[in-house]
């Protein structure tokens, strides 16, 4: 099955400076990417995805690049601010109505003032 | 957007006892749901996939009779944990897919359900 590695587990960053969250995948069947942001107690927030057909997406400060070749998509966050800090976790599916997403260890992102 | 809904938010119970937690979809229709769990630290462990007048399909090692699902309508899918113990106590987290989301099917997380088992 999918399995989905992620780095590095914990980031810290001055606030201003940009983030840069990395992920593997297994499954080249794999076509879908969300990313994740929880906040303590709640549950996940998706914040950006990508497809297969595409190789970057930006949203604001937001943006995510995906390598099918090496299997490796990741997320970049610019002008980092305090309401950043969370933990960030990504995902990967078949992208079919009844395909799994499986999830990255997650990475805990605090952002220094 | 889309909106999934999770109650109660947290539940404290005694050992031995069953606890059900519900989840909904509030503005749209959802033939697939998904429980997680979520330990302390650690990443979201898909459970079950749920899907709308069919039995759930549970993953490796989750005892389906420990952890009952039943979606009985498009918008709500019901987790009960049976007889439960203090290794049950975890966040558990539903999702849902959106019918009319296409081929990609983008997943709505709840807010979760805080479980502590005395």
């Known amino acids: 099955g999918e399995n989905v590695e992620q780095h590095p587990s914990t980031l810290s960053v001055q606030e201003g400076d940009s983030a840069v969250i990395k992920c593997t995948y297994s499954d080249s069947a794999s076509n879908y990417f969300p990313w994740y942001k929880q906040e303590l107690g709640k549950g996940p927030q998706l914040i950006i995805d990508?497809?297969?057909?595409?190789g970057e997406k930006k949203d604001q400060r937001i943006a995510v690049t995906l390598n099918k070749t090496a299997k490796h998509f990741s997320l970049h966050i610019t002008e980092t601010q305090p309401e950043d800090s969370a933990v960030y976790f990504c995902?990967?599916?078949?992208?079919?109505?009844?395909?799994?997403?499986?999830f990255g260890s997650g990475t805990r992102l605090s952002i220094r003032p | 957007g889309a909106v999934v809904s999770q109650h109660p938010s947290w539940v404290i119970c005694k050992s031995g006892t069953s606890v059900k937690i519900e989840c909904r979809s509030l503005?749209?229709?959802?033939?697939?749901m998904f429980w997680y769990r979520q330990f302390p630290k650690q990443s979201l462990m898909l459970m079950a996939t749920?899907?709308?007048?069919?039995?759930?399909?549970?993953e490796q090692g989750v005892e389906k009779d420990k952890f009952l699902i039943n979606h009985a309508s498009l918008t709500l899918s019901t987790l009960t944990v049976t007889s439960a113990h203090p290794e049950d106590s975890s966040f558990y987290i539903c999702?849902?897919?959106?019918?009319?989301?296409?081929?990609?099917?983008?997943?709505?997380f709840g807010p979760g359900t805080r479980l502590t088992v005395l």
């Open positions: 749920s899907n709308e007048g069919s039995k759930a399909t549970y």
């Open positions: 503005d749209f229709q959802a033939t697939t």
């Open positions: 999702s849902a897919r959106d019918r009319a989301s296409g081929s990609f099917g983008e997943q709505f």
């Open positions: 990508i497809r297969s057909n595409v």
């Open positions: 995902a990967a599916s078949k992208g079919s109505s009844a395909s799994k997403i499986i």
